[in-house]
């Protein structure tokens, strides 16, 4: 096989194209599969200056009763010739950063340049800009050999490198959050130029990761990140599946990495690491770091440090626990809560924001009974942890007008009123609404009923 670099431009390659001198080879080559938005953004590339990846094509020469055909076949490349030609013939309107930017999400940094060709097709380019598309030269390789099995041999390699991973997709994104991820998350750099990220010891030491990780922990951390930063303990659950990642990154590009948040979440961090890293449990899986993240962070403010001293113990016991319920199904078939409300949901829709919150709150109910947190001030009412239990126990429902409660409207409730006695428990207490909230006669007339009732 001889191979020779030439430069083509993309008016060579469309003329080419469209007198069938230059041809895919079906045998081997795929079928149109580049949606429009792809196509589009590789136009969008080419008009900013960006530079193409090489083209790879079959140099063929036949002669036939006496007469000489002269082909190049396709080996790499197609998807975007096919884009090119696609775009000259005006078969593309293109995007509009600013006016299209749900569907071509754009960094904020580029929205700021002009974009004179957005919203136009080639006929509504200017005579400047079409040429500037039309003289665009290209990198050519040109392979020459008598074996057609070498050629499709070279097909096969090329498109033998693994495709990114949409974690190692999001690593590229500019923007804040995406620092924020590496940084927590870690990468290690095959660059020799870059030291890459360490990443927190949390991941780096308590983290189950596979030895082919190529990004599970940073979407992990991008994960527990969402959670954390849109207040996920006060009723603001988000799905975390693969396409909400990416809208999260798009929607955080001006993330702040110096914020108090970013602050806070690395103290969890920090706290969660010293009490969990004697190394005497098997690394954490996704869903319980989510969880014990999350549980650490309601506990770290409001509550006395005895809870610190339970808290490795306490998650061993909750996994023995779990891990019992497992071992019973699979040997009697029978199932009982810890099955139902936190196996089976780590399993089916793991990364829905409802089947997230039903298996937190199972977590913080059960964590909350071992620990037994005492609150660092005994004349508040309720802890985060207890609002956070009674609530969800309750079913998000006011105890009074039976109205849905969202979380910043909510108040808990003393059945027996504290002044009169009434201890600060879990059975003692009911979210109202902080305008339904029972007081002097109401109070007790709703004792009454809520006992007659129950």
Same mark, same amino acid.
């Given at each position: 096989?001889?191979?020779?670099?030439?430069?083509?431009?993309?008016?060579?390659?469309?003329?080419?194209?469209?007198?069938?001198?230059?041809?895919?080879?079906?045998?081997?080559?795929?079928?149109?599969?580049?949606?429009?938005?792809?196509?589009?953004?590789?136009?969008?590339?080419?008009?900013?200056?960006?530079?193409?990846?090489?083209?790879?094509?079959?140099?063929?020469?036949?002669?036939?009763?006496?007469?000489?055909?002269?082909?190049?076949?396709?080996?790499?490349?197609?998807?975007?010739?096919?884009?090119?030609?696609?775009?000259?013939?005006?078969?593309?309107?293109?995007?509009?950063?600013?006016?299209?930017?749900?569907?071509?999400?754009?960094?904020?940094?580029?929205?700021?340049?002009?974009?004179?060709?957005?919203?136009?097709?080639?006929?509504?380019?200017?005579?400047?800009?079409?040429?500037?598309?039309?003289?665009?030269?290209?990198?050519?390789?040109?392979?020459?050999?008598?074996?057609?099995?070498?050629?499709?041999?070279?097909?096969?390699?090329?498109?033998?490198?693994?495709?990114?991973?949409?974690?190692?997709?999001?690593?590229?994104?500019?923007?804040?959050?995406?620092?924020?991820?590496?940084?927590?998350?870690?990468?290690?750099?095959?660059?020799?130029?870059?030291?890459?990220?360490? %990443?927190? &010891?949390?991941?780096?030491?308590? $983290? +189950? =990761?596979?030895?082919?990780?190529?990004?599970? !922990?940073? @979407? *992990?951390?991008?994960?527990?990140?969402?959670?954390?930063?849109?207040?996920?303990?006060?009723?603001?659950?988000?799905?975390?599946?693969?396409?909400?990642?990416?809208?999260?990154?798009?929607?955080?590009? %001006?993330? &702040?990495?110096?914020?108090?948040? $970013? +602050? =806070?979440?690395?103290?969890?961090?920090?706290? !969660?690491? @010293? *009490?969990?890293?004697?190394?005497?449990?098997?690394?954490?899986?996704?869903?319980?770091?989510?969880?014990?993240?999350?549980?650490?962070?309601?506990?770290?403010?409001?509550?006395?440090?005895?809870?610190?001293?339970?808290?490795?113990?306490?998650?061993? $016991?909750? =996994?023995?626990?779990?891990?019992?319920?497992?071992?019973?199904?699979?040997?009697?078939?029978?199932?009982?809560?810890?099955?139902?409300?936190?196996?089976?949901?780590?399993?089916?829709?793991?990364?829905?924001?409802?089947?997230?919150?039903?298996?937190?709150?199972?977590?913080?109910?059960?964590?909350?009974?071992?620990?037994?947190?005492?609150?660092?001030?005994?004349?508040?009412?309720?802890?985060?942890?207890?609002?956070?239990?009674?609530?969800?126990?309750?079913?998000?429902?006011?105890?009074?007008?039976?109205?849905?409660?969202?979380?910043?409207?909510?108040?808990?409730?003393?059945?027996?009123?504290?002044?009169?006695?009434?201890?600060?428990?879990?059975?003692?207490?009911?979210?109202?609404?902080?305008?339904?909230?029972?007081?002097?006669?109401?109070?007790?007339?709703?004792?009454?009923?809520?006992?007659?009732?129950?």
């Amino acid at each position: 096989m001889k191979h020779t670099p030439d430069k083509k431009t993309i008016k060579d390659l469309i003329d080419l194209k469209k007198n069938r001198i230059l041809t895919p080879n079906f045998e081997y080559q795929r079928g149109p599969v580049w949606n429009k938005n792809q196509q589009k953004k590789l136009i969008d590339s080419v008009l900013r200056g960006y530079p193409l990846p090489m083209f790879y094509l079959h140099y063929k020469k036949t002669i036939t009763a006496g007469l000489t055909n002269e082909q190049l076949e396709i080996i790499d490349g197609q998807q975007r010739i096919n884009a090119l030609a696609a775009f000259a013939e005006s078969g593309l309107k293109l995007f509009d950063p600013v006016k299209d930017d749900k569907v071509a999400r754009f960094p904020s940094d580029i929205k700021k340049f002009p974009c004179p060709w957005g919203h136009k097709t080639f006929d509504e380019l200017d005579n400047t800009l079409k040429e500037k598309f039309l003289n665009t030269e290209l990198f050519v390789i040109e392979i020459t050999t008598d074996c057609n099995e070498e050629a499709r041999d070279l097909f096969i390699r090329l498109q033998s490198g693994v495709a990114l991973s949409p974690q190692e997709k999001r690593d590229a994104w500019p923007g804040g959050y995406t620092e924020f991820v590496l940084k927590c998350g870690g990468k290690e750099s095959h660059d020799s130029g870059h030291s890459g990220y360490d %990443g927190h &010891d949390f991941f780096r030491h308590l $983290v +189950k =990761r596979d030895q082919k990780d190529r990004g599970g !922990v940073r @979407t *992990l951390c991008a994960q527990i990140g969402m959670l954390f930063f849109e207040r996920a303990t006060q009723d603001n659950w988000l799905d975390i599946g693969t396409q909400n990642i990416d809208d999260y990154y798009y929607q955080n590009l %001006g993330f &702040d990495n110096n914020s108090s948040q $970013v +602050k =806070r979440f690395k103290d969890v961090l920090n706290k !969660v690491y @010293t *009490l969990l890293r004697d190394g005497k449990r098997k690394p954490l899986l996704a869903h319980e770091v989510i969880h014990l993240i999350l549980l650490a962070d309601s506990l770290m403010d409001e509550y006395t440090p005895s809870w610190e001293e339970r808290f490795a113990v306490g998650f061993d $016991v909750f =996994r023995v626990m779990a891990a019992s319920e497992k071992k019973n199904r699979k040997e009697t078939g029978e199932t009982g809560e810890f099955w139902h409300k936190y196996i089976a949901l780590t399993r089916t829709s793991s990364a829905n924001a409802e089947v997230i919150s039903s298996r937190h709150n199972f977590f913080t109910k059960k964590m909350f009974e071992i620990l037994k947190p005492q609150l660092k001030d005994t004349k508040r009412l309720y802890g985060q942890i207890e609002k956070e239990i009674i609530y969800y126990r309750n079913k998000k429902t006011c105890a009074v007008c039976k109205d849905e409660i969202k979380w910043d409207k909510l108040e808990i409730h003393h059945i027996d009123e504290h002044q009169n006695g009434g201890q600060t428990t879990l059975e003692n207490g009911v979210p109202v609404h902080a305008s339904c909230h029972p007081k002097g006669q109401k109070a007790v007339e709703f004792a009454e009923k809520w006992k007659a009732e129950k």
